[in-house]
């Protein structure tokens, strides 16, 4: 069974920072594509940032709204995937998901929720 299981979202300080975790199974998570979305109240779902499943790490890409405050990585070992985030302003409260693509899937999670107070 497929699963991809989000957490670490919870209240914080603008200002501060977060890391959030993927932790994945059923599925070869080393040839995955991974991403974090995150879509707030009436708001479209939007893409975070995303990693390859190419080799020691594979190359990453951001969003310009976050782009020099996160940081997108993954754990093969553990088939976890990570977004560190620094540096938190109200903007960014949202519902954050982990999703795995490949040519052949499209798997997400169920978020963790992230709030940011001013």
Known sequence: QVQLVESGGRLVQSGESLRLSCAASGFTFSRS?????????GKERE????????????STNYADSVKGRFTISRD????????HMNSLKPED???YYCNAMSF????????TQVTVSS
Not at 35 to 41: C, D, H, N
Not at 76 to 83: D, G, I, M, Q
Not at 104 to 111: E, H, L, P, S
């Open 47 to 58: 893409l975070v940032a995303g990693i390859s499943s190419g080799g020691g790490g594979g």
């Open 76 to 83: 093969n070992a553990k088939s976890t995937v990570y977004l």
């Open 33 to 41: 594509t991974m991403r974090w979305y995150r879509q707030a109240p």
């Open 104 to 111: 052949f899937y499209d798997y997400w999670g169920q978020g």
């Open 93 to 95: 409260t949202a519902v």
